[in-house]
């Protein structure tokens, strides 16, 4: 709890001393949302004694929260897109705790938390006292610190959906949903999409799994940013991962430990008007672009 406090203190302080103007006003509202969410845990340590439950600490560029009901293949998806090796069984509250992988894609790291399965009454703390499945709020509660939920039924168990965003709600979880229906292998005929945030997949299968990767990357809005050294080539394997609308002057505090002048900066890409162009620190950057900064 006292590290949580202390972390809100910094970041509070940080927004205090930190000018508000077009340039900034990304990087205020990044720190803006790390503080919601940090006082967010802290009302739960509260709540639990000081205990985080199965809070983990997040590491990579975004964190996907993966839920759903006990059985439908969670284990199995978690395993397909990160190589996470959870342990997969065929009979439920085979997942006790909740199992981080990290997902690789288009130079992003992603960041999955394999959550318990869920059932009705969770945010009442149902399943508190069953130490088979430790369910209740605080699975639910791991929901806070991320960016993304995927909440994952089965064939079977598809109509659980709403239920299930109602428990989200009854906690004020504000987040980009997708849901995901996994084991379409088992029927013949299924529609491909019912609306643009459902997904019909087999991870068993590895049926629609490149499709899902690339509606987290869309839901999550994140954006790649090339960096080209002074008369050398842009390096294209390790591209700097930013939220969409993001500006130069963010990739500039990424890269610099502490605030720097800059004689030139040279815009190449999706937003550059011309190639070679250069730009202030307020200009927003596109998916692709290349920076040059001397």
């Not at 090796?85 to 997902?103: C, D, E, K, S, Y």
């Not at 992003?108 to 009705?120: E, S, V, W």
């Not at 009442?124 to 791991?142: M, Q, T, Y």
């Not at 090339?226 to 991962?241: A, N, Q, V």
Request: proline residues 6%; glycine residues 8%.
């Amino acid at each position: 709890m006292t590290d949580i406090n202390s972390k809100i203190a910094l970041i509070e302080e940080e927004i205090r001393q930190t000018p508000y103007h077009k340039a900034t006003e990304h990087y205020i509202g990044r720190l803006k949302a790390k503080l919601a969410k940090l006082r967010a845990l802290a009302i739960q340590s509260k709540k639990t004694g000081g205990r985080l439950g199965f809070a983990l600490p997040k590491s990579g560029d975004a964190t996907v929260v993966l839920i759903g009901p006990p059985s439908v293949g969670k284990s199995t998806l978690l395993n397909k897109l990160t190589h996470a090796q959870a342990r997969v069984a065929p009979w439920p509250f085979t997942t006790l705790r909740v199992i981080p992988g990290m997902m690789d894609f288009k130079g992003a790291k992603i960041q999955i938390f394999d959550l318990p399965g869920i059932i009705g009454g969770a945010t009442k703390g149902i399943g508190r006292g069953k130490p088979a499945c430790r369910l209740g709020r605080e699975v639910l509660s791991v929901a806070r610190t991320a960016d993304l939920l995927l909440l994952m039924v089965d064939i079977k168990t598809r109509n659980r959906v709403n239920l299930i965003l109602r428990e989200i709600k009854g906690l004020e979880i504000d987040l980009p949903v997708l849901v995901v229906i996994n084991k379409v292998d088992l029927i013949k005929d299924f529609p491909q999409k019912i609306s643009p945030d459902w997904l019909f997949v087999s991870a068993e299968k590895e049926i629609g799994l490149e499709e899902l990767k690339k509606m987290i990357w869309q839901k999550l809005s994140l954006m790649r940013v090339y960096l080209k050294p002074r008369d050398k080539k842009p390096d294209f394997t390790k591209p700097l991962i930013l939220k969409n609308g993001q500006a130069v002057t963010d990739v500039a505090k990424k890269i610099f430990p502490q605030e720097k002048k800059f004689q030139r900066i040279l815009l190449w890409g999706p937003s550059a008007q011309f190639p070679r162009q250069e730009v202030s620190l307020t200009r927003q950057l596109k998916d692709g672009d290349i920076l040059s900064f001397s």
